[in-house]
């Protein structure tokens, strides 16, 4: 099984609409990530969280909305959606153990198109 | 943030060694990683070096960097087809960002028969 996990894994929906994308991981990480993706862009920060009362915003933030549910999961939402949104979302972890060599372990992504 | 730079694209001969170059910006990332990733796919870690490193090999990948100048190659030896996907160089920010990681638009590396 995959260690870290987001559902759904591709997604329609149509401007104005409110949406969920979820993150869930199994490795124990007290620290996660939601990125964007555009091509010919690489992947851009949203939000990241260092633990569940730690959420800090990330350099493209408006628009956007994080949940810190429990350590294993980490929820971005899209208010109301807008057609620029439409952007492939990943979700990653990382430990706060490791002195520093820890790297980002990443899901497999969420496909969004907004119409 | 400031942009990490890569090449958008590379085309290399089967059984040639591939060279992807990035230049990054903040001097003192600790750590700087290589991920790839292949049509439809999540992201998969290559390799990373620790700053006070010159050169890491692990199998055909072998990363070289060089601080002074912020400049940070990947070299994969005897490229096959399936090699063929985006790479991605990356540097680690600082706590300010929460340890985020600074991603360059990527290298597409295609690889012909």
């Known amino acids: 099984d995959a260690d870290v996990t987001q559902t759904p894994r591709n997604r329609i929906t149509k401007t104005g609409k409110r949406i969920m994308l979820e993150c869930s991981q199994t490795k124990g990480h007290d620290r996660m990530y939601w990125y964007r993706q555009d091509p010919g862009l690489g992947l851009r920060l949203i939000y990241y969280s260092f633990d569940v009362k730690d959420i800090n915003k990330g350099e493209i933030s408006d628009g956007y909305s994080v949940s810190r549910q429990a350590q294993a999961k980490f929820s971005l939402s899209l208010e109301s959606a807008i057609p620029n949104q439409t952007a492939l979302y990943f979700c990653?972890?990382?430990?706060?153990?490791?002195?520093?060599?820890?790297?980002?372990?990443f899901g497999p992504g969420t496909r969004l198109l907004v119409l | 943030g400031e942009d990490v730079e890569q090449s958008l694209f590379l085309s290399v001969r089967e059984g040639d060694s591939s060279v992807i170059n990035c230049t990054y910006t903040d001097s003192s990332s600790t750590y700087l990683y290589w991920y790839k990733q292949e049509p439809g796919a999540g992201l998969q870690l290559l390799t990373y070096i620790f700053s006070n490193m010159d050169m890491k090999q692990d199998q055909r990948l072998t990363v070289l960097l060089n601080k002074k100048d912020k400049h940070l190659s990947l070299r994969i030896a005897d490229t096959q087809t399936g090699d063929s996907a985006i790479y991605f160089c990356?540097?680690?920010?600082?706590?300010?960002?929460?340890?985020?990681?600074?991603f360059g638009k990527g290298t597409s590396l295609l690889v012909t028969p």
């Open positions: 990653a972890t990382r430990s706060s153990q490791g002195g520093g060599k820890e790297t980002q372990y």
């Open positions: 990356a540097e680690k920010r600082g706590r300010g960002s929460g340890y985020a990681l600074n």
